[in-house]
């Protein structure tokens, strides 16, 4: 098969394709033909430096990526629920940009598993959701938003954002979503309202919400936690994903409820939740998609195709 590896950790110059031997699946695991795996700013940042690649269990030489979308074609003893030829996704860590992966059913783990893919919802879609919307979902869990709400959300046009955007609008909140100036339409089109990020946030997001904002999730940086401590959010309201600050809790999607990647996929395949796919991009770019998406200036995901 054709996978992408790392002989060395750094950034998208250490990613190649190479020729490997195709896994087979064991007792109660079940092999996947990848079609598609979405790009996440976690395949890069755990694969930069040897030390992050240890804390997530990683040694060269290793593979890129964790989401993936494809068909089973391999089927292990005692493994019941799937069957070859079934459409499935889910994360593979670290592994996912190859033609094949292997998941074990009895590890349990976020990032090592499998899920039916709906019939209405298409293969690219299907591997954008396993990290960005774990984390989103785990995200909104803690502010817990709701029709009486206005949420801030920093980030609003990235991976994750797009995810956590709809997700608000789908609970009855009012969203304010911070972002470029080029992100404008796509934001509303999510059904945010976008304010540009940048000095001055609070008394922009003052203008658009007289009345106050009630909860705030910072999907970058700190920027949207100061906004909204400025603005009179309390702490048990405000949430973070890339950074920790003293007081705030900050989401993980390993932590996300069980059944949430049913339930988005469901919500999908509803037409209730959709996921903007910024770009695809064959496994011989993946350099190039991987700087793209380092570039933190795209309004969905990325893909690459298999």
Known sequence: MRAVQLDAFGGPEVLDVREARAPQAGPGQVRVRVTAAGLNPMDWIITADADTAARFGLNLPVGFGTDYAGVIDQVGDGVTGFAPGDRVFGGALSRAIA?????????GIAANEVHHTPEDVDDRTAATLTIAGRTALAALAVVNPGPDDTVLIGGAAGGVGVFA???ARIAGARVIGTGSATSSDSLRG???EPVAYGHGLADRVRALAPGGITAAIDLHGVETVHAARELGV?????CTIATQIEGVSAANGA???QGALEEL????AAGQLRVPIAASFPIDQIRRAVEVQ???HVHGKIVIDL
């Open 294 to 296: 380092a570039g933190r």
């Open 190 to 192: 999510l059904g945010a």
């Open 265 to 268: 996929a469901r919500l999908v």
């Open 255 to 257: 932590n996300a409820t």
């Open 234 to 238: 309390s702490d048990g309201r405000i």
């Open 99 to 107: 033609n094949f992966v292997v998941i074990d059913l009895g590890e």
């Open 165 to 167: 955007v709809q997700l």
